[in-house]
């Protein structure tokens, strides 16, 4: 079986864009997650902040980050299947 690498990289793209953008939000209101935000994301994604505007560099961020990597991970697990998926066990 093969993945459409386009569609998991867009898949992931979104589904970690929004994360970061709901949790953003949710930090600038409450307060909670302040610290994973903080660590994680300020230190992995330059400029970004825990601000509306924060927000929104936060999800082009993690869109381009897990877009590329969803991409990488099916090309290279199509790659792979041939290799590992032809072993039957018995």
């Known amino acids: 079986m093969k993945i459409n690498p ?3 990289g ?3 793209g979104i589904v970690w864009g929004l994360a970061l953008f709901l ?7 409450t307060g909670y997650g302040k610290m994973f935000l903080d660590v994680l994301a300020s ?5 970004y902040t825990v601000s509306p505007p ?3 560099l936060g999800f082009v961020y ?3 980050d897990l877009a ?3 991409t990488l991970v099916a090309w ?3 790659k792979l299947v041939p290799y590992v998926g032809s072993q039957k066990s018995e």
């Open 23 to 29: 949790t953003t939000w949710l930090c600038y209101f």
């Open 76 to 78: 290279l697990y199509n």
């Open 54 to 56: 924060g927000s929104f």
């Open 68 to 70: 590329v990597m969803g």
């Open 43 to 47: 230190s992995i994604y330059p400029g």
């Open 6 to 8: 386009l569609a998991l």
């Open 62 to 64: 993690g869109f381009v």
């Open 10 to 12: 867009l898949s992931l």
